[in-house]
Structure formats: C-alpha cells, structure tokens
C-alpha cells in the first residue's frame, strides 16, 4: 500500500509556482519595455507549462518536447536572430531575460533553446548559404524541426579541435565518419549541425537530417543531472552528405567557436534565472518555518546565506546587463563572455546548495526547486566549456599566454 507521505508527497510535486522576480538593486529600471514584456511572458509561460509539469519528467528522466512548439510561440529560439529567419528581431538583451526566466524553471527548458537558437539556427544564419538559410530557418524558429549540434566527441571534450570525425571528397556529396558524444536532443532532432574535419585538415559545418543512411542518434541514460533533457550520441558510418548540406561560408575553429560564445552569453543569463528560483524558496521556507519558537530566517546563520545570496544574484545582474550591453553594441568579446559564465553558474550552484541546507530535509525533495537545479547546475558548470577552461580562457586574455597545452 502506498504510504500517506510519498502520496501526499507526488501530489505536492505539481507544487504551485509563487515566484514572483527578485530585483535588489532596481536594474528593471536598466530594461526596456520590451525586454520587461518578453521577460513577463516568459515568466508566464514558465508557469503555467513547465512548473506544473517538471518534477514529473525529472523524476522519470523524460524530456517534455511536446514544449517545442510552445517555446517557438513564445519566441525562445533565436531571440535577436533577423524575423524573416525564424528569430524574434530583438536584441542581446531579450535574448537574456528570456534565457533567465527559461532556466528559472528547469536548467533542460533553457538548454531546449540555447541548442535550437544558438548552436543550430545561428550558425545556419551565420555560415549557411541563402537556400540553407530558406530551407531550415523558419521550421527551426517555428518548432516544426528540432536541431542539435554536434561538438564534442567521445575522446575529445575540453579540446574539440582535436576532433577526428571526418569528410572525405565523393563528387557532389561528402562522407561523414565518426562519432559526436553528449549532444543535447539528438535522439530526437530533425538535423544535425555537426563539425568535421576535410581532407585538408580544415574544420567544416555540415547539415546531417536524420534518416540519411548511416546516421543514428542513440540515446544516453543514466543522468542525474539534467534529467528533463535528452542527451545522446551521434554516430556516423559512412554517411553521404550532399555537397548542398555543407555550411559555405566557415572552414575554421572559429565557426563552432563563435556560436558557443552565444550560448554562453546566454548561460550566464540563465543562471540567474535557477539561482533566483532557489533564493525564492529559501527565503519563503525560511520566513515559515519555525524551529526553536522563530521563523528560521530570524537566526543570523540563515540571514548570512540568504544576504549572500541576494549580494551574488545582484553582481551576476550586473555582470550580464553590461555584458549585454556590450553584446548590443558588437563589443562583448569571448574573453568576458567566458567570465560571465564561469562565475554565474559557479553562483547558482553555491546558492543552490545554500538553499538546499536552509530547507533542511525538505530540500532534498521533489516539493522544492532547490535540488533538481543543484543536480541541473553540475551540468551546466561543465558544458559549453568547463568551470576550469573558462579560468584558462581568462587567464590567458589577461596573460596573453596559453596554459591550454
Ligand atoms: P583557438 O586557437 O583559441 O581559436 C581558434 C579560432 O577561434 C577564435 N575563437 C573564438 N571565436 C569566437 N568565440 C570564441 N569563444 C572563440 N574562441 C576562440 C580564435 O580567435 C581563433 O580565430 P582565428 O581566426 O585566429 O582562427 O582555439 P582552440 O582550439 O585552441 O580553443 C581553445 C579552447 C580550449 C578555448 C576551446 O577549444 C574551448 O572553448 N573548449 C571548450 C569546449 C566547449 O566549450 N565545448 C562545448 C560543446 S557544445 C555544448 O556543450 C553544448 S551544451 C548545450 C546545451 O544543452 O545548452
Ligand atoms: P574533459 O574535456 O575530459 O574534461 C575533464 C576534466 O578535465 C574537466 O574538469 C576539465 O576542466 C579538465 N581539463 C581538460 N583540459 C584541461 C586543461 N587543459 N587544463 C586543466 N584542466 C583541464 N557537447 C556538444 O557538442 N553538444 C551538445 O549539445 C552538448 N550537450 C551536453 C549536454 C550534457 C548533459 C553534457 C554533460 C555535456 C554536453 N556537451 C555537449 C559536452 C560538453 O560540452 C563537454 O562535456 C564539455 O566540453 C567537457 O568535455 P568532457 O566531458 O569531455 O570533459
């Protein structure tokens, strides 16, 4: 017979979503109407589709894509892409407060829009030809195609410019071996931007569609992180890419490079939105519950991390409001869009797990956020290039000295 606790439990996991934004230092005031409109949507949107549902598919490590179609509506994928190709015509700045209200609610949703508006419809927009750019664009931005993107390889992580997956010359088509590994969506993406590496040793960007003979996608199970996300595997057997599919304008590191550099921009956005949600439920739980005859937020113990924790969410806001800033005027160069991603997720997950311990038992439960964005943020600290690399990318635009190798 199921237990009173876990039934009461499994109810209270559709819990009821009371966030209502945390703003210390008045930087709404720093917004524009639009970016307020888009942020208040979102926030919306994040309510009513993916709080009621998310503890759910994180217990059972599913990932809710039937939210494709709804994020499109809401305009998440390629928020400052150009309209007439699938964006939403707005600038550095929405696409972050759209990243932060996205990752308030789960880590997963926020990745569902990163991979689609940052590392599979920018490169199409920013390499691809005119046909690619007709072809792909507006079914990506409309949720009709899921996209993933293919980096990262099984012995070749931290590094991807080692990479050995390869194209070979075949008349009007190239083909494809090897192998890409931890690709968010894979398993149930449309295409493919994958980079391999041409007879000349040149990097290049490729649009694989699934079906084509020899391409397979299987999934990766086991996660305790990032649960409510499929990751899998890419895996290429003599493939046969039409000479069509192969991204023109990109022969370098520099293409993957540079859409990673918009995703993080995007990460050190969206971290704030999971750090946010954590001091949300920690500061709530702690002004309700009473131990020793007080609310524990009375104790100066709780009151020091939950000061910190406004003091380091207040920082991260500035950061990425001058970042974006920056990024609106063509300034924002990888180096602080390292930094800003290196120390907004490093927050979030400090806060985290301060938020974790001010709901004692309770927060290592389904019935508060704090813990799925802990498990969520581990991940998070290590793609888009790990807590370490982006201190050895800022250590060597300050040095000037490479410490990579
Ligand atoms: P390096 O020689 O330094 O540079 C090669 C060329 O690229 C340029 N460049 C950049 N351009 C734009 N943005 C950046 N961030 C750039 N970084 C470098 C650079 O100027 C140069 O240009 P040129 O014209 O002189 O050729 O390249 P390297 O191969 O030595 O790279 C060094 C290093 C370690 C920094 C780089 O490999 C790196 O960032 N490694 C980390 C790998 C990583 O982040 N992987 C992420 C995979 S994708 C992912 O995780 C998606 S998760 C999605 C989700 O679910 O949200
Ligand atoms: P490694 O590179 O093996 O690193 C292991 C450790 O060694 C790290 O702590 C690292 O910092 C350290 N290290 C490595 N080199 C150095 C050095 N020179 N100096 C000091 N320390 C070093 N990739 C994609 O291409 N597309 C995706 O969609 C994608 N989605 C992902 C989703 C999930 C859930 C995860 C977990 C990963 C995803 N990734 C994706 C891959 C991700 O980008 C890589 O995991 C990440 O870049 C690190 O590579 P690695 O796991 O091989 O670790």
Redesign the pocket.
Known sequence: MESTTTSKMQKKSAREDRYQGHDYYQLDELLQEDHLLARDAVRTWVKQEVSPIIEDYANRAECPYHLFKGLAEIGAFGPSLPVEYGGGGMDEIAYGVIMQELERGDSGIRSMAS?QGS?VMYPIYKFGSEEQRKKYLPKLGSGEFIG?????EPDH???PAGMVTNIKDDGDAYILNGA?M????SPVADLAVVWARDEEGKIRGLIVEKGMPGFTAPEIHG?W??RA?I?GELVFEDVRVPKANVLPNVNSMRGPLSCLSKARYGIAWGVIGAALDCYDSALRYSLEREQFGRPIAGFQLTQKKLAEMITEITKAQLLTWRLGTLANQGKATPGQISMAKRNNVNMALEIAREARQIHGGMGITNEYPVMRHMMNLE?VL????????HL?ITGMDVTGINA??
């Open positions: 991979v590392l993933c993107f293919g980096l990262t992580g931290s590094n890409k931890w690709i968010t969506n996660k992180s990032l996300s990751t991940t290590t793609y888009e290039g790990t807590h370490d690399i050895l990579f190798s």
